[in-house]
């Protein structure tokens, strides 16, 4: 069993940044992709941004490239996103997601979700 919990969501400017974290319970973490997932109202909940077990690798949605990192800590069992110059269209609820193993593909299978954390950019 692994439970998530995100912080670090709020009210920001465009322009601005947010840094999210995730924080897992379970000794597990450090044997699991992990990844960000977000939705906005209305919308159907999509893929973010991908780390691999031991965060050598990383995959992001286009249009958080160059703007949002994921990476995490195995220590702490933590994951984050630290998002950059934020855009009003960036605004949504974030989601943390454990994957079931350490090679699940890029947006796959999730085991495990975070309650979410909200993010909205204003104009």
């Known amino acids: 069993q692994v439970q998530l919990v995100e912080s670090g969501g709020g009210l920001v400017q465009a322009g601005g940044s947010l840094r999210l974290s995730c924080a897992a319970s379970?000794?597990?973490?450090?044997?699991?992709?992990m990844g960000w997932f977000r939705q906005a109202p209305g919308k159907e909940r999509e893929f973010v941004a991908h780390?691999?077990?031991?965060?050598?690798?990383?995959y992001y949605t286009d249009s958080v490239k160059g703007r949002f990192t994921i990476s995490r800590d195995n220590a702490k069992n933590t994951v984050y996103l630290q998002m950059n110059s934020l855009k009003p269209e960036d605004t949504a609820v974030y989601y943390c997601?454990?994957?079931?193993?350490?090679?699940?593909?890029?947006?796959?299978?999730?085991?495990?979700w975070g309650q979410g954390t909200q993010v909205t950019v204003s104009s």
């Open positions: 997601a454990a994957h079931p193993s350490a090679y699940t593909v890029v947006g796959g299978t999730v085991d495990y």
């Open positions: 379970g000794r597990t973490f450090s044997t699991r992709a």
């Open positions: 780390i691999s077990w031991s965060g050598s690798s990383t």
